[in-house]
């Protein structure tokens, strides 16, 4: 019951009323129902080793790596450091994968925290940073601000196979395409394109591309089929099986974009997992990245 009321307390609550709200009740909660103290993680050790000088506007995201955050992107943002082992894990990952880079396609950017990290170990680097998300894109450019990053182009649209427009509702601040039965979301319709579109307009050709749609990701491939071909960028995919089903999609499309494209596919410790065997892998939201 109680379950069924916060979800649907979240579907007719406009998101920036919602976001506001869930943050005063976890202020509210830790200062009057403070949680039982549990042994700390290593990843929260370490996390609040590093922030112990932060101010309150500042996380420390790894060793040297400050950034001064949106009051709404600071728990986001600690997924990437210790909420969530597979999450920081996946952020590992990125900064070490992508040390030689210097020119980041950002799809699905939200908050913008890979943008950010992104853009912040280089300055020599650029991050073109993509959400279709009202909402999510305002954090994006405070953040993108606060932090005076320069080398960080923002682009509030949707990518996908085709230009036009999308019709998309809101779950949290997501913008989200895949089908929804439920009529009290909240709908908006942004604009669309493709990737390759994008970067021709910009003059802008990625050599790492990270990708987190909530299910759009056969079409943002697709989308990119020219410059998966022709400039063979590092790829970071985040797959929704599930909502990539209700896009009429399926991962055996995904999987054929990217053989052809020449991709080899792994787990975010390094495991290969054959391309043919995405499909059935059990997980319903799974990160892994691709090289060719």
């Known amino acids: 019951m109680i379950s069924q009321v916060k979800t649907f307390i979240r579907l007719v609550t406009p998101p920036f009323i919602y976001s506001a709200g869930k943050q005063a009740y976890f202020r509210m909660r830790d200062t009057f129902w403070p949680p039982k103290e549990s042994e700390p993680s290593a990843l929260k050790v370490a996390f609040d080793k590093l922030n112990e000088t932060a101010a309150e506007d500042e996380i420390v995201m790894r060793e040297g790596l400050r950034l001064k955050v949106h009051p709404d992107s600071r728990i986001p943002f600690e997924y990437f450091c210790h909420i969530e082992a597979e999450v920081a894990e996946e952020m ?19 908050h913008g925290v890979f943008s950010l990290v992104f853009a912040s170990l280089g300055a020599d680097r650029k ?39 999308l019709s998309m509702h809101y779950e949290w601040e997501h913008a989200v395409a895949a089908r929804s039965d ?9 604009r669309k394109m493709t990737g390759d579109a994008l970067c021709e307009e910009l003059s802008f050709h990625p050599d790492v591309i990270k990708i987190d749609v909530e299910g759009h990701e056969v079409k943002v491939i697709k989308g990119l089929a020219r410059e998966l ?15 990539i089903a ?3 999609d399926s991962i055996e499309e995904l999987v054929n974009a990217l053989r052809s494209a020449g991709y080899k596919a792994y787990l975010n410790d390094g495991t290969p997992v054959p391309l043919d065997g995405l499909a059935a892998r059990p997980q319903p939201v799974e990160r892994i990245y691709l090289t060719p």
């Open 92 to 110: 590992d990952r990125f900064i070490e994968q992508t040390r030689d880079k210097t020119r980041l396609l950002d799809v699905g950017a939200l």
């Open 127 to 165: 991050a073109v940073a993509v959400d279709a998300s009202p909402v999510a894109y305002s954090r994006l450019l405070y953040n993108i601000y606060k932090n005076d990053l320069k080398n960080v182009v923002p682009v509030e649209c949707a990518l996908s196979s085709e230009a036009g427009e």
């Open 182 to 190: 439920n009529p009290k979301r909240k709908r908006l319709t942004m």
């Open 229 to 243: 071909r022709e400039r063979k960028p590092l790829l970071f995919l985040e797959l929704h099986r599930q909502r």
């Open 246 to 248: 209700d896009e009429d």
